[in-house]
Every structure is written in structure tokens, then in C-alpha cells.
């Protein structure tokens, strides 16, 4: 559905290209999602990760490499199908009611049975008692909700949230992620791009997260088994217990380099024991089993470790080369 090509997007003209003054934004990122998937997107301040959005979005075009969104560019896709969108500041005109506002989105985008659509918005994000209001006068967690909902007013295929859920409080937090659940399952063909700086939040929402630093994908992390449940750091002793794990947790995902380690789920513990005695009654001896907690921040942590260290070691080379360069230049 989406992909993207040894992605390069770089800032500034000619002119600061020949004073090695272009910002890389954006430096070879391949990545595909496939239909029906969510994935989210995380990184520190200036990872790329707005860049990338902007260019899923056809905001922006690449310097280098291919972008496709449903197999055409992206500015083509949006025109013809239409893209949801949350943006992280949401600018609207003061003097907009919240109903005017969302009248006026279902206008932009050819909206179907748009007074239907627009009430039913309204009460799904609470906005219904306050319609009359002007943006001017809401709360940053009233603006928000407004963001989401004219996100929700079309049936697009493609929904893209930058810090989507910034300012709303928790029992907010968790109704949206309760709206993109009904959003996804509505529709198996649909996408969700959901970028965040809240690694929990995008664990429990998405399949997958990339990890992005300083323009390039440092991790690739798998979030989902197959089926719904509680996912479990399971460790087997050696390679035929590891062969007897898919027969007992389908869709048992490898632990890489963790040896005989493997990700599985399990509807709730009685459904793990269960699980947990046919992998035995199979042959299989267990080293440990224990509910998997912070599998993102940890993969986060140690995706952006990688790269100081790669930074380090290319740092170091860098030094030696200026060094041996010198002692050359001495001995001549």
C-alpha cells in the first residue's frame, strides 16, 4: 500500500548545495506497508519522521528515490482518494464554529451524507454540546478532538496522525485508540501511519514501529503475533525445542539474537498453560516464559545506541586517517 525507495529528501537550493550547506532530512529510507497494516513511526526531534509524513502525504517531493502511495505518488493518490489526516498543530480559522469547521471539511472532500456524518462525529468525539463554539475559544484537547474528527468524517483508506493524540488526557487517549481500532477493522484494507513520541502508546496502537534517527531507519520492530492477546518472551534449550514452538504459539516470532528466544502471544494465562503443555508434551524443554514488557523501548534504545556507536567508530576512522595524513605530511 505504501512504499518507499531509498528515500533521500535534502533541503535548501543549488546555491547551499555548493557551500555543503543542504540539510539531509532523510538519507536512503526504504520501507514498505502492506495493506490493512499500522505502523508507527518514532525517533528523537529531528529524525525524520515529519519529513517522511509530509512526503506520504505529497506535501513534499523526494530528492532521491521513489514514493508510492496505493501504487501512484502520493500529491495523485490524495487527489483522487483522498487522505485522513491529524496534523500536530492544528490551524484553523479563529472565527469558526466547530460544526462550521467540519461542514467546511465535508465540502474540501466530497463527503457523502455529510450531515449525517458530521453529527455522528460529533458525538463520537464529544464535540456535540460544544458545535456552536468558535475555535478560538476551545481548549488544546477540544482542538484536538476537532483534528480527529474531521479525520473521520470520509471513508478514506489511508489515515495519517502526526502526535495525533498530543493533549488529550488519558481517558481521551484511550477512546481514540478504541475509534482507530473500529476505524482498522471496519475496512481490513486500511492503513494507519501513526507517528508519536509516546513508544507505549504506539505499542499499543500499532503492528510495527520504525525506529528513525537523524534521517534513517534504525529498527524495524514487530509489535503483533498472530491473533489478539498478551505477548510473551518465551526461551526454549536448543534447536528441536525451537522447531516445536510454531506447532504450540502460531505465528511465534524469532527473537533476533537472542538464540532460542521467540516472541508469542497467548489469549490470557489459562490459554498460555494450555499452550505452555503441548510445547512439553511435544518434547520441548522451557528455559523461562515472562510477559513481554517495553519491547519497543527497549529496541528503541538500543536502535539509537547503534548509531552513536556506528558515529563513534566512524569518528574514530576519521581521526586515524587526519593522523596518518599529518605524519606523512611531517615526513616529507
Same mark, same amino acid.
Given at each position: 500500500?505504501?512504499?518507499?525507495? !531509498?528515500? =533521500? !529528501?535534502?533541503?535548501?537550493? &543549488?546555491?547551499?548545495?555548493?557551500?555543503?550547506?543542504?540539510?539531509? @532530512?532523510?538519507?536512503?529510507?526504504?520501507?514498505?506497508?502492506?495493506?490493512?497494516?499500522?505502523?508507527?513511526?518514532?525517533? &528523537? $526531534?529531528? %529524525?525524520?519522521?515529519?519529513?517522511?509524513?509530509?512526503?506520504?502525504?505529497?506535501?513534499?517531493? &523526494?530528492?532521491?528515490?521513489?514514493?508510492?502511495?496505493?501504487?501512484?505518488?502520493?500529491? *495523485?493518490?490524495?487527489?483522487?482518494?483522498?487522505?485522513?489526516?491529524?496534523?500536530?498543530?492544528?490551524?484553523?480559522?479563529?472565527?469558526?464554529?466547530?460544526?462550521?469547521?467540519?461542514?467546511?471539511?465535508?465540502?474540501?472532500?466530497?463527503?457523502?451524507?455529510? @450531515?449525517?456524518?458530521?453529527?455522528?462525529?460529533?458525538? !463520537?468525539?464529544?464535540?456535540?454540546?460544544?458545535?456552536?463554539?468558535?475555535?478560538?475559544?476551545?481548549?488544546?484537547? $477540544?482542538?484536538?478532538?476537532?483534528?480527529?474528527?474531521?479525520?473521520? #468524517?470520509? *471513508?478514506? !483508506?489511508?489515515?495519517?496522525? *502526526?502526535?495525533?493524540?498530543?493533549? #488529550?488526557?488519558?481517558?481521551?487517549?484511550?477512546?481514540?485508540?478504541?475509534?482507530?481500532?473500529?476505524?482498522?477493522?471496519?475496512?481490513?484494507?486500511?492503513?494507519?501511519?501513526?507517528?508519536?513520541?509516546?513508544? *507505549?502508546?504506539?505499542?499499543?496502537?500499532?503492528?510495527?514501529? =520504525?525506529?528513525?534517527?537523524?534521517?534513517?531507519?534504525?529498527?524495524?520492530?514487530?509489535?503483533?503475533?498472530?491473533? &489478539?492477546?498478551?505477548?510473551?518472551?518465551?526461551?526454549?534449550?536448543?534447536?528441536?525445542?525451537?522447531?516445536?514452538?510454531?506447532?504450540?504459539?502460531?505465528?511465534?516470532?524469532?527473537?533476533?539474537?537472542?538464540?532460542? %528466544?521467540?516472541?508469542?502471544?497467548?489469549? $490470557?494465562?489459562?490459554?498460555?498453560?494450555?499452550?505452555?503443555?503441548?510445547? =512439553?508434551?511435544?518434547?520441548?524443554? #522451557?528455559?523461562?516464559?515472562?510477559?513481554?514488557?517495553?519491547?519497543?523501548?527497549?529496541?528503541?534504545?538500543?536502535?539509537?545506541?547503534?548509531?552513536?556507536?556506528?558515529?563513534?567508530?566512524?569518528?574514530? @576512522?576519521?581521526?586515524?586517517?587526519?593522523?596518518?595524513?599529518?605524519?606523512?605530511?611531517?615526513?616529507?
Amino acid at each position: 500500500m505504501i512504499r518507499l525507495e !531509498k528515500v =533521500v !529528501k535534502e533541503y535548501g537550493g &543549488p546555491l547551499a548545495r555548493l557551500r555543503g550547506e543542504r540539510v539531509r @532530512a532523510l538519507d536512503g529510507v526504504t520501507l514498505q506497508v502492506p495493506a490493512g497494516a499500522a505502523v508507527g513511526l518514532v525517533g &528523537p $526531534n529531528g %529524525a525524520g519522521k515529519s519529513t517522511l509524513i509530509r512526503l506520504l502525504l505529497g506535501y513534499l517531493g &523526494p530528492t532521491r528515490g521513489g514514493v508510492q502511495v496505493g501504487g501512484m505518488l502520493p500529491r *495523485d493518490y490524495a487527489e483522487r482518494r483522498g487522505v485522513a489526516y491529524v496534523p500536530e498543530r492544528v490551524s484553523l480559522p479563529p472565527a469558526w464554529t466547530v460544526g462550521g469547521a467540519l461542514h467546511a471539511f465535508a465540502a474540501l472532500g466530497e463527503v457523502d451524507r455529510p @450531515a449525517e456524518r458530521i453529527q455522528r462525529v460529533l458525538r !463520537k468525539l464529544g464535540l456535540a454540546e460544544i458545535a456552536g463554539r468558535r475555535v478560538a475559544a476551545l481548549s488544546k484537547g $477540544n482542538l484536538q478532538r476537532l483534528a480527529i474528527a474531521q479525520a473521520l #468524517l470520509a *471513508d478514506r !483508506k489511508v489515515m495519517v496522525m *502526526d502526535e495525533g493524540t498530543d493533549g #488529550l488526557d488519558p481517558e481521551w487517549v484511550a477512546r481514540v485508540r478504541e475509534m482507530l481500532d473500529e476505524w482498522r477493522h471496519a475496512d481490513p484494507e486500511r492503513v494507519l501511519v501513526y507517528a508519536s513520541h509516546d513508544l *507505549d502508546e504506539v505499542e499499543r496502537v500499532a503492528d510495527q514501529a =520504525v525506529v528513525l534517527s537523524e534521517g534513517r531507519v534504525r529498527e524495524v520492530v514487530e509489535l503483533r503475533g498472530e491473533g &489478539p492477546g498478551t505477548a510473551y518472551r518465551l526461551e526454549v534449550e536448543g534447536p528441536d525445542s525451537a522447531r516445536r514452538v510454531a506447532d504450540a504459539f502460531p505465528g511465534a516470532l524469532p527473537v533476533p539474537g537472542a538464540g532460542h %528466544a521467540f516472541r508469542v502471544q497467548a489469549a $490470557n494465562p489459562r490459554d498460555l498453560t494450555r499452550r505452555l503443555g503441548t510445547l =512439553v508434551q511435544a518434547g520441548a524443554v #522451557l528455559r523461562s516464559v515472562a510477559p513481554e514488557a517495553g519491547s519497543l523501548r527497549e529496541r528503541y534504545h538500543q536502535g539509537l545506541a547503534r548509531r552513536t556507536e556506528a558515529a563513534s567508530r566512524i569518528g574514530d @576512522a576519521v581521526d586515524a586517517a587526519s593522523a596518518s595524513a599529518a605524519e606523512r605530511e611531517e615526513g616529507a
